[in-house]
């Protein structure tokens, strides 16, 4: 039976006259409680001591129809505060949000007590297989599969090992967790691990300076992976910033999967390897005195626009910065110069240790 409107305000009354036990209360934190009442766009729950806790409409689709549809008066629920003080009176709630954080904390205990678990395969792509840990999506990326599931294909033919890849869909694998950051929901799990390969064994075998030959095996936003060729239960980081002398911002620019690179070690860390391809090619900094001088006239394409002003490709491998105080607004800016446009420019300043040059738009 619904709460009258007369009980819902004594629930009000009552919850705001405990607001010295709902000041405890901060917003992210985990609480449970036992529900109330289910209405159509509200889910009402009894927090004890720190009052009503209340699940709105728009968090009861975040959830999910089904789950919402499961649950029943009575029912002990996790939810995450979102205002521990509405104008209702009542502790705000999201309960899709407080399911994604305990997921993540029982990962976290599992990858740190780095038990072997079990999970289903869901599906795949060229880089590595997709499962799913406590409904979070998890990563097994190639390098991480054990030998008997190891695609030993000649060439790296990207469709072999994809068929390769998708022979393992459906199947149950033992994997162990081996990195995650649930800010970027990332969660990279190892079947090789799990099946005793001693990953640091083998780095073991390389050192610092050492320059290596690679094969792209991944690619994300941060960074590029490298698969060794000598030793592929062997990979290796290369961060963006050390892919190329001038910024980027995107790995697809410079590398494409399957790519065979050359890389120099740069750090040995935690079990892992850490790599540099652009100390392997020429610093054009070095020289950035032979190509340009101040106050020269130059061609520049817009590259990127950033709060600071925008970032321009010149020729050489070199990048120019104009500053938005040239124009008075980033929106200005937007409007004087378009991405990938090319223009003349001015150069004001050459700082080769800062690997800078400071540009100013010449009368167009």
Known sequence: MEISSKQLHILNQLAKSNAPLMSLLKVGDLVEGKILEKRTRMILVDLGKYGIGAIYGLELLNAG?????????????????????????????????????????????????????????SGFNSGGLIAKIKDVSAFLPVSQLAAEHYPRIAGADKNQISQALQKLVGQELNIKIIDINPRTNKLIISEKEAAGVNLKEL??????????????????????????????????????????????????????????????????KEGKIFLSSKVLEPNPWDKVGDYYKEKQTVKGEVYKFYPFGAVINLEHDLQGQIHVAEFGSLEEIKKQLELNKKYSFIIESIQPQEKRIVLKLASQ
Do not use: C, M
């Not at 979102?82 to 309960?95: A, H, Y």
């Open 203 to 268: 780095i073991k075998n390389y050192q610092i300076g050492q320059i290596i030959e690679g094969i792209i095996s991944g690619i994300a936003d941060f960074g590029v992976f490298v698969q060794f060729t000598d030793n592929p239960a062997v990979e290796g980081l290369i961060y963006i910033s050390e892919i190329s002398h001038r910024l980027i911002d995107n790995p697809k620019e410079i590398v494409k999967l399957d790519q065979v690179i050359k890389a120099k070690i740069i750090e040995i």
């Open 65 to 121: 129809r089904d789950f919402i549809k499961n649950l029943k008066v009575g029912d002990v629920i996790p939810g995450k505060v979102i205002n521990s003080d509405n104008e209702d009176g009542f502790v705000e709630l999201s309960i899709s949000e407080a399911g994604r954080q305990e997921a993540w904390q029982e990962i976290s205990e599992l990858k740190e007590k780095e038990e072997v678990i079990k999970v289903i395969i």
